[in-house]
Each structure stands twice: as structure tokens, then as C-alpha cells.
């Protein structure tokens, strides 16, 4: 088992920037490739970002490209979610996700997740 719990979510002007935070236990941290998703009222859970076992692979939706980035520290057993430039359609649940498969690309490929951060952007 895998525990996951994320933090760092709030309330945000547009433009402004969040680190969100995800601490995982239960299970050796580096073998496990990271997940963001989110889900927005009304809409569908959508991937966000992924990074690999080691961190040096990642890959993410386009939408967020070169807005958002993704990292990881082994040694604190936490996945990270920078947030730069954000705007108010970015305002969503962010969920922690973790996979024992080496490339997840769905949110099927992810055995764990957390209970999700609210992240806010006001206009």
C-alpha cells in the first residue's frame, strides 16, 4: 500500500504561482512513478503531469506545458507541482497519483492517489 498526501493548494490571483506538494508512504518511493491530475467542478479528471521512477523522464498535458513543473526528491519521498502564470480555468482538485509502472499515461495506469488539494485562481 501506498499513502499519499498532498498539500500546498489555496487561494491564488491570476498570474500568481503555487508548489504543490505530495508526501507518499507505505512503499519504497523510488520505484514508483508520480502523478497530477485534476478535476474541475463539472468536468472530467484530467492528467496534468508525470515523471518517472528516477525523475529524469517527465511528460506532460500540452495545455501546461511550460507552465507547470514537475519534480521529485527521493531522499524526502515527495513528488512536487510547480505552477507558474496561473489563470482561473487552471482552478481545480489536484490529485497526487502514484504508479508501480514505469511510464503511466492514463489515469487506469495509477494504483494510488490522495485525497486532492484545492487550488483556487481568482480573476
Known amino acids: 500500500q501506498v499513502q499519499l498526501v498532498e498539500s500546498g493548494g489555496g487561494l491564488v490571483q491570476a498570474g500568481g504561482s503555487l508548489r504543490l506538494s505530495c508526501a507518499a508512504s507505505g512503499r519504497t518511493f523510488d520505484s514508483l512513478a508520480l502523478g497530477w491530475f485534476r478535476q474541475a467542478p463539472g468536468k472530467e479528471r484530467e492528467f496534468v503531469a508525470a515523471?518517472?521512477?528516477?525523475?529524469?523522464?517527465?511528460w506532460y498535458v500540452d495545455s501546461v506545458k511550460g507552465q507547470f513543473t514537475i519534480s521529485r526528491d527521493n531522499a524526502k519521498n515527495t513528488v512536487y507541482l510547480r505552477m507558474n502564470s496561473l489563470k482561473p480555468e487552471d482552478t481545480a482538485v489536484y490529485y497526487c497519483?502514484?504508479?508501480?509502472?514505469?511510464?503511466?499515461?492514463?489515469?487506469?495506469?495509477?494504483?494510488?492517489w490522495g485525497q486532492g488539494t484545492q487550488v483556487t485562481v481568482s480573476s
Open positions: 497519483a502514484a504508479a508501480l509502472v514505469a511510464k503511466p499515461r492514463v489515469a487506469g495506469d495509477y494504483d494510488y
Open positions: 515523471i518517472g521512477w528516477s525523475g529524469t523522464n517527465t
